[in-house]
């Protein structure tokens, strides 16, 4: 099985961290809305607390999850056909 969405979402959370580490995100607007496990400190904690690396690598590897999924469930599908054709 070729890993490519899981690539590609990986790349996505890598930039994403990039984009923010940089400055063009000064306010954490693009990070707070494409980081799954920001939405959840913004919900139950103080954004302002939590180590902004620890934030980087949660963010990529749950971008890096989101990916593997995907190639399990594209994977699957692909078997299901190919047993039915």
């Known amino acids: 099985m070729r ?5 590609a979402c990986t790349l996505i959370g890598v930039a994403l ?4 580490a940089t400055g063009y995100d ?4 693009f990070l707070a809305m494409f980081s799954v496990p920001m939405w959840f400190v913004e919900v139950f904690g103080d954004i302002h607390q939590v180590n902004v690396w620890f934030m980087y690598v ?3 590897l749950s971008w890096a999850l989101i990916g593997y ?3 399990r469930l594209i994977a699957r599908t692909q078997s ?3 047993r039915t054709a």
């Open 26 to 29: 000064p306010h954490n607007l």
């Open 58 to 60: 949660l963010t990529v």
């Open 17 to 20: 961290c990039l984009f923010n």
């Open 69 to 71: 999924v995907s190639d």
């Open 80 to 82: 299901r056909s190919r």
């Open 3 to 7: 890993y490519r969405v899981t690539l």
